[in-house]
């Protein structure tokens, strides 16, 4: 009886030590994960990074091989290479890439733009579209190695807005929640839309134009 406390204190000695040895091995082991997570991470940017310089130059980049001119902002698809105006104005019809002088108004109508479906409303002069939530990675093939490493400098994967008024200085912009643009004569804002899903591109022109 008079052994049971000294032995009750070595019992709970023991699996004090078990219980530490215990965590030590699970913290070693959920470290060793973490190490080979990283190594498959790693190894895959490489190969992302890779693909991005080596991929050939196609034939018509999708940025800046098209020869058209924009004068509104472009919303850029990096994993299908569709591009697409946020036009709130209308075109002139000698000179697409200039709004015409007259505008008309009190029209809304669906916009087709990079493989999604916007809105413009003439009334306010001003367009809309809302992007995916899932965000795929640039596909390399579509675009030459000169706009790949633009394109780099400002997003891998999802969109990317682009001025492509002068098509020997192409400019890119991220979209992120809160990011504000102004691109020549078009305020840009950016916005989570839960409701929606995803981010939402909202357009609005400087410009007076005669409405007609």
Not at 6 to 21: D, G, T
Not at 120 to 146: G, K, Y
Not at 193 to 209: K, R
């Amino acid at each position: 009886m008079k052994n049971w406390p000294r032995k009750h204190n070595q019992v709970f000695h023991e699996y004090h030590i078990i219980e530490v040895s215990v965590i030590c091995m699970a913290f070693v082991a959920c470290f060793a994960f973490g190490i080979f997570l990283r190594g498959i991470i790693a190894e895959r940017d490489m190969e992302f990074w890779k693909s991005l310089v080596l991929t050939p130059d196609p034939e018509t980049c999708a940025l800046c091989g098209s020869g058209i001119l924009y004068h509104p902002p472009v919303l850029v698809n990096l994993s299908t290479g569709e591009a697409g105006e946020l036009r709130v104005y209308d075109p002139d019809p000698r000179h697409p890439y200039e709004p015409a002088e007259e505008q008309s108004t009190g029209t809304f109508s669906f916009l087709h733009i990079a493989g999604l479906t916007g809105y413009r409303n003439t009334c306010n002069h001003s367009c809309c579209v809302t992007l995916p939530e899932t965000d795929a990675p640039i596909a390399p093939a579509f675009f030459c190695r000169a706009c790949r490493a633009m394109l780099a400098d400002t997003a891998t994967e999802g969109f990317i807005l682009a001025d492509l008024y002068n098509l020997s200085d192409i400019t890119a912009y991220a979209i992120k929640d809160g990011a504000k643009h102004t691109i020549r004569d078009y305020d840009i804002s950016i916005s989570a839309q839960a409701e929606l899903g995803g981010l939402s591109i909202h357009v609005a022109g400087l410009l007076t134009a005669n409405e007609g």
